[in-house]
């Protein structure tokens, strides 16, 4: 695989260069790195077509055949896990270590995803009528990936598709698309030409995909605000929809936890990607009686932390990954400076080129202030004290996202206790953000619609088929 600076589409298994391309900009430097294509209706089209083309025999594919393309796939990832580490370092900003967990874990995620089975229900077996249900394939799915981590959440959503007997046209982020058209390049050598379509383009191309009549099914991961959009537009077909959106996640730290301990690993569960995980603590209640050690502890620890360009050694937080996500970044800290609320730490943003915010703490500001109410995204957390339990599950749930959250105690039947009376899809005891493709994964309330991961969200990218079968009499 060639990690040379030429980005084109794969549509049908061919190299697709277009005339018109837009910039893709490194986030530690702001200077322009590389031109992606910007497709127009008529390469959407073709990347539909061929999807369609190759869908009746891939669906007819022996599934243990799909399976060995998907580890092909996997292993072709982890062989060149330095070019693509290093290229989703320069367009993402994330530090080399963690572009190389992304990788790697894109790999594994595909080698996951394919050991999963498509459960058949009989549903009835007697001397009248034999019942079966069983899951098919959809069609043409057409993937939509944000840019936080553009590798890993297509994989999320390559292996499933994939598997069950789909194809796919599957569109990166504008922000970040390198990465994903290299992934394009490498799976056009394993799979057969249009089981999986590349395509990259501008703001038009996400909505052009969702109303196009030859996609059969939308999986989505973004904002809770586009996710309503592409619901809308799906509807005009009926498309099946994943929408796997953003979140506001609470952890609650009892008085039981040992504060040395788990002060890295919270100081982590926040600023992991420099906060830009849909499921990093976003809100953190720490109770009354550790709140003034455990904060200190948090902030010590941070004075630690490198942050800088992803590619030098030693870096541990890379900067924002997009200006108009720096510039909302920057406007809730300004919105908590306005309002008088204490910081620990941060701030003040640097003056020096790149997409830089500094860690930034705020000791305890209002319940309804917008950095504890919104998803930052970015490294502002805010810590939050209570003293009821009661209370701080009031509070936790009063959003209307649900995707994560997390409980930390030594207690673990304690923490399952109160685990369970978040509304969220996930929840974590003494650890946040462990995902696996055998576990279903997705959003409650407006955080999501459907689950990735697991059979269920294998079943996904399927429709249910029963056959009845009445046996004649012999
Ligand atoms: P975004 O919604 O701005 O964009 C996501 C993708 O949708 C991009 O590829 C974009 O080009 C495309 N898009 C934009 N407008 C569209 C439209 N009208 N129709 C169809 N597609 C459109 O999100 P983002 O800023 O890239 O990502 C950050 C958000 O994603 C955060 O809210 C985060 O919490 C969420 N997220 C959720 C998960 C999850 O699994 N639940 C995972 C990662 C990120």
Redesign the pocket.
């Known amino acids: 695989m060639q990690f040379d600076d030429v980005y084109v589409m794969t549509i049908g298994g061919k190299p697709v260069a277009v005339g018109a391309t837009f910039d893709v900009v490194n986030p530690a430097t702001e200077a322009v790195i590389a031109q992606a294509p910007d497709a127009d209706r008529g390469q959407l089209d073709a990347a539909v077509d061929a999807a369609r083309a190759a869908f009746p025999q891939w669906a007819a594919t022996p599934i243990d055949e799909r399976r060995a393309a998907l580890n092909r796939l996997g292993d072709a990832i982890l062989e060149n896990i330095d070019g693509f580490k290093r290229l989703l370092t320069a367009e993402q900003g994330k530090p080399h270590g963690d572009a190389e967990m992304e990788i790697g874990g894109a790999g594994m995620w595909l080698k996951g995803a394919a050991t999963l089975e498509l459960p058949v229900t009989i549903n009835e077996d007697s001397a009248e009528r034999y019942s079966e249900t069983r899951h098919v394939p959809i069609g043409v799915v057409g993937a939509?990936?944000?840019?936080?981590?553009p590798m890993i959440?297509a994989m999320f959503k390559v292996g499933p598709a994939l598997l069950a007997g789909n194809t796919m046209v599957l569109?990166?982020?504008?922000?970040t698309p390198l990465t994903t058209l290299k992934f394009g390049e490498l799976a056009a050598e394993i799979l057969p030409p249009g089981v999986l379509n590349v395509i990259t383009g501008g703001?038009a191309?996400?909505?052009w995909?969702?109303e196009h009549p030859g996609i059969d099914k939308v999986s989505?991961?973004?904002?809770?605000?586009?996710?309503r959009?592409?619901m809308q537009?799906a509807s005009a077909t009926l498309k099946r929809v994943t929408l796997?959106?953003?979140?506001n996640d609470p952890a609650i730290v009892m008085p039981d936890v040992d504060i040395e301990k788990v002060a890295e690993e919270l100081f982590w569960a926040a600023f992991r990607n420099n906060g830009q995980?849909?499921?990093a603590t976003k809100r953190m209640y720490v109770h009354e009686d550790i709140y003034e050690p455990l904060t200190a502890a948090i902030v010590a620890y941070a004075k630690t932390v490198k942050v800088g360009d992803g590619a030098e050694q030693g870096t541990r937080i890379g900067p924002i990954n997009n200006k108009p996500?720096y510039d909302r970044v920057l406007d809730l800290i300004r919105d908590a400076r306005k309002n008088g609320y204490r910081f620990l730490l941060g701030g003040e943003p640097s003056d020096v080129p790149g997409y830089f915010v500094p860690i930034t703490i705020l000791d305890n500001p209002p319940e309804a202030s917008r950095i504890v109410q919104e998803?930052q995204?970015g490294p502002v957390l805010p810590l939050l004290k209570f003293g009821d339990l009661d209370e701080v599950i009031a509070r936790s749930n009063a959003t209307e996202y649900g995707?994560g959250g997390s409980v930390w105690s030594k207690d673990e039947d304690r923490a399952v206790a109160i685990a369970a009376r978040i509304a969220s899809g996930t929840v974590w005891i003494n650890e946040t953000q462990h995902l696996t493709p055998m576990a279903a994964?997705g959003?409650m309330k407006q955080?999501?619609l459907g689950v990735?991961g697991g059979v269920e969200g294998l079943l996904e990218y399927t429709n249910a088929q029963t056959i009845v079968r009445r046996r004649l009499a012999s």
Do not use: Y
């Open positions: 939509i990936a944000p840019w936080n981590f959440l569109k990166p982020s504008p922000f703001d191309l996400g909505p995909m969702t989505f991961t973004g904002s809770t605000a586009t996710g959009r592409v537009s796997e959106l953003g979140g995980i849909c499921i996500q998803e995204f995707l994964f959003g955080s999501g990735e």
